[in-house]
T-cell receptor, first 109, second 117 residues
Framework: LAKTTQPISMDSYEGQEVNITCSHNNIATNDYITWYQQFPSQGPRFIIQGYKTKVTNEVASLFIPADRKSSTLSLPRVSLSDTAVYYCLVGDQGGKLIFGQGTELSVKP | SAVISQKPSRDICQRGTSLTIQCQVDSQVTMMFWYRQQPGQSLTLIATANQGSEATYESGFVIDKFPISRPNLTFSTLTVSNMSPEDSSIYLC??????????????FGQGTRLTVV
C-alpha cells in the first residue's frame, strides 16, 4: 500500500478556498485516491475519490496530475464547520485502508 | 451506503478485565474492519474480519489480545482482553461498499470510547 504524506495542520478563514496536497510517490496502477473527513468523536466520513485528472462533487474537488504521485483536495469557501482532520488514502477499491497522519484544518472566523 | 451501529458507545473498565464491542451493519458485507484511534492520533487498522474464517491481524496486533468474531455477514465483535491503561482508545468498526457513482466508500461506526482505569 502506498504511503501518503500530508501537512500536519493548516489554518484558514471563513470564505476562503482551501487546498490540501497529499504526496503518494509509490502509488500503484490499481490504486485509487480517496479523502476522508473526521470530526471529533466521530468516525471518518468519505469526501471524494478519484483515479486521475479532476473529480468534483457537491462538497469538494480533487485534482490529480498525470503522474498521479500527488493529489490536491480543494474545499471551496470553507466555513467554521469544515474544521476537521482530513485524511488522504491510496489503495485498491474495496481493500483495507491504511490511514496516514492526516491534516488538521482549522477554520477561523 | 451502509449504516453501522456500535455498542457500547463508551465504557470505563478496570484493568485486567475484558470488553467486547459489537458492530452491526444494516446490510451484508464481505469484510469488516476494526480500527483503533488513540487520543490525538490517526486510525490504526487492527484486523480484517471475514465471515467464516479467522480474522487477519495487522503487525503489532494478536488474536489473544484482540479476539474477533464474525458469525454472519452483518455482525462482528472485537474483544479487548486483559486490559491495561494503554488500551484506552477509541475503537471503530468499518465496512466498504459502493457509494454514489463509481466510488467505493468506507463507512464507519461512531466508535467505542474505552477508558481503562
Amino acid at each position: 500500500l502506498a504511503k501518503t504524506t500530508q501537512p500536519i495542520s493548516m489554518d484558514s478563514y471563513e470564505g476562503q478556498e482551501v487546498n490540501i496536497t497529499c504526496s503518494h510517490n509509490n502509488i500503484a496502477t490499481n490504486d485509487y485516491i480517496t479523502w476522508y473527513q473526521q470530526f471529533p468523536s466521530q468516525g471518518p466520513r468519505f469526501i471524494i475519490q478519484g483515479y486521475k485528472t479532476k473529480v468534483t462533487n457537491e462538497v469538494a474537488s480533487l485534482f490529480i496530475p498525470a503522474d498521479r504521485k500527488s493529489s490536491t483536495l480543494s474545499l471551496p469557501r470553507v466555513s467554521l464547520s469544515d474544521t476537521a482532520v482530513y485524511y488522504c488514502l491510496v489503495g485498491d477499491q474495496g481493500g483495507k485502508l491504511i490511514f496516514g497522519q492526516g491534516t488538521e484544518l482549522s477554520v477561523k472566523p | 451506503s451502509a449504516v453501522i451501529s456500535q455498542k457500547p458507545s463508551r465504557d470505563i473498565c478496570q484493568r485486567g478485565t475484558s470488553l467486547t464491542i459489537q458492530c452491526q451493519v444494516d446490510s451484508q458485507v464481505t469484510m469488516m474492519f476494526w480500527y483503533r484511534q488513540q487520543p490525538g492520533q490517526s486510525l490504526t487498522l487492527i484486523a480484517t474480519a471475514n465471515q467464516g474464517s479467522e480474522a487477519t491481524y495487522e503487525s503489532g496486533f494478536v488474536i489473544d489480545k484482540f479476539p474477533i468474531s464474525r458469525p454472519n455477514l452483518t455482525f462482528s465483535t472485537l474483544t479487548v482482553s486483559n486490559m491495561s491503561p494503554e488500551d484506552s482508545s477509541i475503537y471503530l468498526c468499518s465496512v466498504e461498499k459502493a457509494g454514489d457513482g463509481m466510488n467505493t466508500e468506507a463507512f464507519f461506526g461512531q466508535g467505542t470510547r474505552l477508558t481503562v482505569v
